[in-house]
């Protein structure tokens, strides 16, 4: 299962069927668990655990030290699911001590060419980041999300479940959970009630979501009327995880 140009330090933790191919390099302090087919030329450095049925193309960088200047060598972590699919020449780097000391990536998401996840990032399941989208360090994307080609987010921005961004945008605020925006810099263009259905979300849900949008986004009231005029309006669980996703905000939302 392991070509034999590939070098893999004798630390280093894989499971029995583990596939590398040429050329590939996995350092110490890496764990490797089943199912996962590891591409050629991919370098992947440690402390990193990666998880079940993973694939990682060419040329991938998984778990380098990260980019911020303050990193000194410390021994920080990166932290992969199962069954993600990791793309050409993406690059994935550990936290810093200076937060969580660790990046944490979920299960089942799509990173496509090129991509690149920052320190201390925390992405959820089930996202896709397009060719070249960036995250910059201590971003947060909720389950669902999806980032358009060439896009990218600002340092500590959060982006909420279901919400997708358009290519070449530029996130610099917080993106709440179920919307659409698009643009540099960005701003919000509707419900992603596409996305909802194909989900199956229910017909009420999304009504109530649209409803939540539009007093948010299109009636002139500020925020916080906008917040208690839907807590007051609906108890949906999905608009109460609209409004969650507002709640949590520290840099303000994209509005």
Do not use: W
């Given at each position: 299962?392991?070509?034999?140009?590939?070098?893999?330090?004798?630390?280093?933790?894989?499971?029995?069927?583990?596939?590398?191919?040429?050329?590939?390099?996995?350092?110490?302090?890496?764990?490797?668990d089943a199912g996962s087919v590891i591409g050629p030329h991919v370098v992947i450095k440690g402390p990193t655990r990666i998880g079940k049925r993973n694939r990682i193309f060419q040329f991938a960088s998984v778990g380098e030290d990260c980019q911020d200047k303050k990193y000194a060598g410390e021994s920080t972590r990166l932290e992969i699911g199962d069954d993600n699919v990791i793309r050409e020449s993406v690059t994935l780097h550990r936290g810093t001590v200076?937060?969580?000391?660790?990046?944490?990536?979920?299960?089942?998401?799509?990173?496509?060419?090129?991509?690149?996840?920052?320190?201390?990032?925390?992405?959820?399941?089930?996202?896709?980041?397009?060719n070249q989208a960036t995250l910059a360090g201590h971003v947060k994307l909720g389950n669902f999300a999806i980032l358009g080609g060439l896009s990218a987010i600002h340092q500590f921005c959060h982006m909420g479940e279901h919400a997708m961004v358009g290519g070449c945008s530029a996130i610099t605020k917080d993106v709440p959970a179920f919307i659409m925006v698009?643009?540099?810099?960005?701003?919000?263009?509707?419900?992603?009630?596409?996305g909802l259905k194909r989900?199956?979300?229910?017909?009420?849900?999304?009504?109530?979501?649209?409803?939540?949008?539009?007093?948010?986004?299109?009636?002139?009231?500020?925020?916080?009327?906008?917040?208690?005029?839907?807590?007051?309006?609906?108890?949906?669980?999905?608009?109460?995880?609209?409004?969650?996703?507002?709640?949590?905000?520290?840099?303000?939302?994209?509005?």
């Amino acid at each position: 299962m392991i070509h034999p140009t590939a070098i893999v330090d004798p630390t280093a933790q894989l499971a029995s069927d583990v596939e590398v191919g040429p050329f590939s390099v996995i350092g110490p302090d890496v764990e490797i668990d089943a199912g996962s087919v590891i591409g050629p030329h991919v370098v992947i450095k440690g402390p990193t655990r990666i998880g079940k049925r993973n694939r990682i193309f060419q040329f991938a960088s998984v778990g380098e030290d990260c980019q911020d200047k303050k990193y000194a060598g410390e021994s920080t972590r990166l932290e992969i699911g199962d069954d993600n699919v990791i793309r050409e020449s993406v690059t994935l780097h550990r936290g810093t001590v200076q937060d969580r000391g660790v990046t944490t990536i979920g299960s089942r998401n799509l990173f496509m060419a090129y991509s690149h996840v920052g320190h201390d990032c925390v992405i959820g399941d089930d996202c896709i980041l397009a060719n070249q989208a960036t995250l910059a360090g201590h971003v947060k994307l909720g389950n669902f999300a999806i980032l358009g080609g060439l896009s990218a987010i600002h340092q500590f921005c959060h982006m909420g479940e279901h919400a997708m961004v358009g290519g070449c945008s530029a996130i610099t605020k917080d993106v709440p959970a179920f919307i659409m925006v698009s643009g540099n810099p960005a701003s919000p263009h509707g419900l992603n009630s596409i996305g909802l259905k194909r989900r199956g979300f229910s017909d009420e849900g999304v009504r109530a979501l649209g409803e939540a949008y539009r007093l948010v986004y299109r009636k002139g009231l500020t925020l916080e009327q906008a917040v208690s005029e839907i807590e007051s309006r609906f108890s949906l669980d999905e608009t109460q995880r609209f409004l969650d996703s507002i709640k949590v905000s520290q840099r303000g939302i994209i509005r």
